[in-house]
């Protein structure tokens, strides 16, 4: 069990860059593979960053490479999602999620989301 509270949405013009925080409670942040997805409105919600548990190697989605960059601060118990270059088809919902290991199929833990507007 984890509580997860994403912050730093807001309104940003496309080009234009964000960072997203999601701060941890509850039990050790370094137990969870986290995540960000994604979902805007009518669209079914979308992979975009993951991290190990121990920070390092990331996985991103193919269409948000070289523009968006998950890291981790275990220590702050906290994963970021960095969005450079941004463009009006980024703005949705960003979630932020976590699960125990790399062998688990779903994503069990989730925040309640931060919304992202890229205005053209």
């Known amino acids: 069990q984890v509580q997860l509270v994403e912050s730093g949405g807001g309104v940003v013009q496309a080009g234009g860059s964000l960072r997203l925080s999601c701060a941890g409670s509850g039990r050790t942040f370094s137990d969870y593979v986290m995540a960000w997805f994604r979902q805007a409105p009518g669209k079914v919600r979308e992979f975009v960053a993951s991290i190990r548990r121990s920070g390092g190697s990331t996985f991103g989605a193919n269409s948000m490479k070289g523009r968006f960059t998950i890291s981790r601060d275990n220590a702050k118990n906290t994963v970021y999602l960095q969005m450079n270059s941004l463009e009006p088809e980024d703005t949705a919902v960003y979630y932020c999620?976590?699960?125990?290991?790399?062998?688990?199929?779903?994503?069990?833990?989730w925040g309640q989301g931060t919304q992202v507007t890229v205005s053209s």
């Open positions: 999620a976590a699960k125990p290991s790399i062998l688990t199929m779903t994503y069990n833990y």
